[in-house]
Structures are given as C-alpha cells and as structure tokens.
C-alpha cells in the first residue's frame, strides 16, 4: 500500500497555538487557502480517500477531492487526539490552570495523559489498528488519509518502528507525508515505547 497522509489546513487553534484535539472548528481562510494549493501538488492514480471525521479534516478533503472525485471513507480511527482538560488551552494557559498535570510533563507520558483526554498509547493502539485495516482492504493500492498531527507523527514512527524523534518532528498544515510500499513492522508495543524518549 502507498499512504499519502495530509495533515488538515490552519484552524484558529492552529493559528492561536491551542491544544486543538476533539475540538471541532472549521478551517480559517488560510487552511483552505493551504488545502487548495496542495491539491495541485498529490500523487497521480490515487485509489480511495480516508478522512478524519473531525470537520477540519473533512472540509480540507473536499477540497483536495474536487477534482480527484474519490471514494471516501471515513475511520474514526484516524481522528486527532484528545487530550482532556488541556483542549481549547495554550501551553501557558495548561501550566496555569493545571501545574500538577504539567509538571509531570503529561502529554508525553506513554502510558497517561491529560485529565479526560488520551494517552500516547491510545493513540498508538488505535492508529495501527486502522493501518492494519486499510492494509487489508488495501494492499496494492495508493491511499490518501486526511487526518491530523499528532496521528501523522504517530504513523510515521509505526512505519519507521522507531519513536526517537516522535517529539521533535511534525506535519505541517496542509502538508502531506508519502510513505511509499507502506508495510508496517510487528513490533509489540514495549518495544515502541522503549524507543520513545523519556516524557519528564
């Protein structure tokens, strides 16, 4: 399977720096503004469009699928991830409001997070579940997922087996990441976590 993740076009959040998570705004001028001009730039012969179904990521994908006039398919699988009592809050606000919390550096904690919301690891479980999915639905295929920066990062250290850089790199949005022959490695989740860097 070919895999082509776009992470959706600017929100408010996004262009505020909030935790964005199960929030569910619509694109700003500049998100579909990002979206249109990646359209110009995707694969050729795409196959099947999968879609968050966060708003932000079904509205950069009708974009995106103007022309293309895919099947799409929407997995709740690929939503982004919620992060609790941080949601709709800058990094200031979160240390403000929630020093415990913050201290323990929790959106980094592999096995807890926010107050409410995921943690590393339930994303993690749930994201390779849908690539195995779509791995079996779609094995020869060229797949275009819309979806969010945290399951893009989370995709690539699936597909790379390796979480070493998992806090430093990130989509940009309206960016898209190919990952070409796509086969996803086995590893038990211990040993991802093991390559994770520590979260405190």
Known sequence: MDLYIVRHGETWANAEHRYLGSLDPSLTERGREQAQELRASLPHEL??????????????????????????????????????VFEGLTQADARERYPQLWSRNITRQWGVGPTGGESI?????????????????????????VA?????????????????????????????????????????????????????
């Open 121 to 145: 690891a339930d994303v993690v479980k749930r994201v390779r579940g849908g690539l195995v999915d779509l791995e079996s639905r779609y094995p020869s295929k060229r797949v275009l997922l």
């Open 47 to 84: 196959d099947t469009l999968v879609v968050s179904p966060r708003l932000r990521a079904m509205e950069t994908a009708s974009i995106l699928n103007e022309k293309l006039k895919l099947p799409a398919q929407t997995m709740d699988c690929f939503r982004e991830r919620d992060v609790g």
């Open 148 to 200: 969010h920066g945290f399951v893009a990062k989370t995709i690539r250290a699936l597909a790379r087996n390796d979480f070493s850089d998992f806090y430093n790199w990130q989509l940009s949005n309206g960016s898209m990441l190919a990952l070409e022959s796509l086969v996803l490695p086995t590893s038990d989740l211990k040993t991802l976590q093991a390559s994770l860097p520590p979260g405190d």
